[in-house]
């Protein structure tokens, strides 16, 4: 039986992940799911880099949905949940696995984490994108497209749009595909492995 509210997947997509896809899309546009999809259709086991912090109430909730949509789901497939909040790469570089691919959801709160910590965010996501083309295994990268609406109105907010679009590109720059979804439909915007 199919499910309902799940993305469907490009027509052309590869039974198989590649090395690096990263998977762009706003707010409730259906990324994760997509994502989670991708990793379940190819494997029965994986890994699934939390970035977010159950700082409040809200946060919280979003974050106990996620884990109960991955247990229902994708009911077939092992997930292992690694918090990284912060330090990303350490983790990726440990459990990287042509085996047992990465999902890292999401690129945009470790941005935002990253930012309020007070980090050297050009340095760490600098880091980031250096490292992802060594990994051991095949990894999926969700990250929110923010920078579609309206110029903020503060200072903060726009750093933060400018350095999410710049995180973005650089990682779709080394990616092997870049999925974009809107309305939990996805459009295919690069595939190494169609254009070679």
Not at 105 to 122: I, Q, R
Not at 141 to 157: F, M, S, T, Y
């Amino acid at each position: 039986m199919s499910d309902p509210d799940a993305a469907p997947l490009p027509p052309d997509a590869p039974p198989t992940l590649p090395r690096l896809t990263l998977v762009l899309g706003g707010a409730r546009s259906g990324k994760s799911r997509y994502a989670e999809r991708l990793i379940a259709g190819a494997v029965g086991c994986a890994t699934y880099v939390a970035t977010a912090q159950a700082l409040d109430a809200e946060m919280a909730e979003r974050i106990e949905r996620h884990r109960k949509r991955r247990a229902a789901r994708h009911g077939g497939v092992d997930w292992r949940t690694v918090e990284a909040p912060l330090n990303l790469v350490g983790p990726l570089a440990d459990l990287a696995r042509p085996e047992r691919p990465i999902l890292v959801d999401c690129l945009t709160l470790w941005l935002s984490n990253l930012m309020l910590a007070g980090a050297d965010v050009a340095a760490e996501t600098g880091g980031l994108v250096s490292a992802l083309p060594a990994l051991a295994g095949p990894v999926v990268l969700v990250a929110n497209e923010v920078g579609l609406g309206i110029v903020p109105d503060n200072a903060l907010a726009r750093a933060f749009r400018d350095h999410a679009g710049e995180l973005n590109q650089a990682v779709a720059a080394v990616a092997d595909r870049v999925v974009f979804l809107a309305a939990g439909l996805p459009l295919l915007l690069k595939d190494t492995a169609i254009s070679t």
